[in-house]
Every structure is written in structure tokens, then in C-alpha cells.
């Protein structure tokens, strides 16, 4: 089993910037592909960004694409999400998920509220 958690949400004004870590435990997770997902009030949890084993294997989606920035640190067993000029349609639980093969496993989210 492995157990992720979330920390680094907050409440920013736009423009502003956060950095999301993930810590995992349980297992060591180099070998996972890793990923933040959102969730918006009223809206379905939605791909973020992603990261294979190697952090040259990154992905996004386009609404962030050029602002977050995903990492991982395999030695501290920690995923990190770095956003920078944050907008109020950001605004959202923030969740980090772990996957091998055909297992995934999630943390308990964290909030980012970006104010206007």
C-alpha cells in the first residue's frame, strides 16, 4: 500500500504562486508514474500534470502548460507541483496520485483558493 500526502495549498491572490508537495510513504514510489489532478466545486476532478520515473517524462494540460511545473524528488519519496501566476479558475482541491501498473492510489487533496 501507499499513502500520499498533500500539503503547500493555501489561499493567494492572482498572480501569486504556491508550491503542492506530495509525500509518499509506505512504499518507495520512483519506480511510479505520478500525477496532480483538480477538482473544482461542481466539477469533475481533471488531469493536471504528470510525471514518469524520470523527470524529463512530464505532461500537462493545456490550462497550465508554461505556469505549474512538476517534479519529484525520488530520494525524499516527494512529488512536487510548483505554480506560478495563479488565476481564480485554479481554484481547487488539489490531488496527488500515484500509479504502478494497474494500481493507483490517491492522496486526501489539498485546497488552493486563488482570489481575484
Known amino acids: 500500500q501507499v499513502q500520499l500526502v498533500e500539503s503547500g495549498g493555501g489561499l493567494v491572490q492572482a498572480g501569486e504562486s504556491l508550491r503542492l508537495s506530495c509525500q509518499a510513504s509506505?512504499?518507495?514510489?520512483?519506480?511510479?508514474?505520478m500525477a496532480w489532478f483538480r477538482q473544482a466545486p461542481g466539477k469533475e476532478r481533471e488531469f493536471v500534470a504528470s510525471i514518469g520515473w524520470s523527470d524529463s517524462n512530464a505532461s500537462y494540460s493545456e490550462s497550465v502548460k508554461g505556469r505549474f511545473t512538476i517534479s519529484r524528488d525520488n530520494a525524499k519519496n516527494t512529488v512536487y507541483l510548483q505554480m506560478n501566476s495563479l488565476k481564480p479558475e485554479d481554484t481547487a482541491i488539489y490531488y496527488c496520485?500515484?500509479?504502478?501498473?494497474?494500481?493507483?492510489?490517491w492522496g486526501q487533496g489539498t485546497q488552493v483558493t486563488v482570489s481575484s
Open positions: 509506505g512504499r518507495t514510489v520512483s519506480s511510479y508514474a
Open positions: 496520485r500515484a500509479r504502478y501498473t494497474v494500481y493507483n492510489y
